[in-house]
Each structure stands twice: as structure tokens, then as C-alpha cells.
């Protein structure tokens, strides 16, 4: 799926040139080509890194967003989908900061966006922020999108599924409880490891909420949870 966008008004067109031209300028000269084949060989070579340390990095974003005005829906939409136009891993990172920083400004069509960050180029680093601070936040605004969740956890597609999985995982006591234990047995059987430490992972977060609930439910399906689903539910409240 192509993820090329235009600016369809001056204002979109206008801060995202402005944005892509700052982060252009203030990368390139940043590069560190070897500590970048360390970064792409970590990531399993997901895609090819500049090089940057996530500090370093961070203080290079603030100085592009400087002065810069914030932004509407189409904003996000056009910056986020630009940097993720980039090879370099860097502008995604930057894209889904951004995203995090503002998304209250976005509305419940996001989420379609949202997707295809989710889709395009996965691999945990991206995914896991974008699920739980960019479609959980979308989600949280908008109960409604819940019913998208809901199909979400059935794709194909394990970054989807894993998406819908820990898109609660900052909601602490606004958990819908019957979603988050109802897409972990939905996906208990799953083969892959991303999905069953996802499972372990959203459990042990709403374990800090209410052991009990989430130590009777390990409980009640330990015989179709995965071992490591298991283990990383009960990892800091015991069995």
C-alpha cells in the first residue's frame, strides 16, 4: 500500500515541507553510518537507520519544532505519512513522537491512517507506540472505534491484531476488562511470538491495576494461554 501523500491545502502542504525540510536538514549532518549498521542489524534490518541515538535524535526534533505551528488532523495525517515515505528509520520515529505529542487533535477518521503506519514497514518499534498512544488515544476519545478493535484482533495481519491488543495499555481503571481478557483468549492459540508476549505484555500492565482480576484469569485459562503469555502476566504479581 502507497502511503505518498500531497497536501491537499497550503497550510498542510506548507508545515509539512516545512518539517520534512527541517528534519532533512538536521539528520543528515547528524549520521553515523556505523553505529546506523548496528542500529538496521538490531532491528533485523527492518530498515536502514542514520544512526542516531535516541537523545541525540530527540534533541535534533526539538530544535526542527521550533516555532512551528501546531497542528490540524490533515497535518498529522500529511507529516506522519511523509516520514514514513523515508527509508531511513529516524523520520518514523520522529512521525509517531509527533503523532503522540498531538494526537488529541485528531478525530476518529485517523484511524484508517493509523492503520496503515501500522501496516507499512512493522516491526515492534513502531507498533507498540502507535498502539497505545496513537489508536489508544484515538480509541479512548471515540468509544465507538472500539467496534474497530474489535475486527482489528482477527487480521491476518499479526501487527494488527497485536495493535488491538495493546491498544488499552495505558487506560489503567478505564480497561474494558471483557475486550482486553476477550482478545487474549481470541488469540491465545496464536503461533507467533509477538502476538503471545503481546498478550503477556497488556496482562502485566492491567495486573498494576487489579492483580486479582488478571491472576484468576491466567488462572481460568492457563490451559490455552501460551507459557510465555502466562509467564509475562503473572511476571510481577506471582501465581
Known sequence: MSTTV???????????????????AAYAPAADPARGAEMRAYMKDVAPFLGLP??????????VLAGAPPPGEAECRSVALRCWDRPEREYQ?????????????????????????????????????LAAHVVGGLVRADPALAADMDVWIEDDDQWVARTALLHQLRYKDATDTDRLFGYCVRQAGHPGFFIRKA??????????TDPDAVRAFVERERDRLAPLSAREALKNIGA
Open 199 to 208: 498478550i503477556g505484555w497488556c496482562l502485566r500492565e492491567y495486573a498494576k
Open 93 to 129: 520515529y520522529f512521525a509517531v513522537d509527533y503523532l503522540r505529542r498531538h494526537v488529541g487533535r485528531c478525530s476518529s477518521a485517523f484511524l484508517p491512517v493509523a492503520r496503515v503506519l501500522v501496516e507499512t514497514k512493522p516491526w515492534w518499534d513502531t507498533v507498540d507506540a
Open 54 to 63: 535516541t537523545p541525540r535524535r530527540r534533541a535534533l526534533d526539538k530544535a
Open 6 to 24: 500531497r497536501g491537499t491545502s497550503g497550510t498542510e502542504g506548507d508545515l509539512s515541507d516545512l518539517l520534512l525540510t527541517r528534519l532533512t
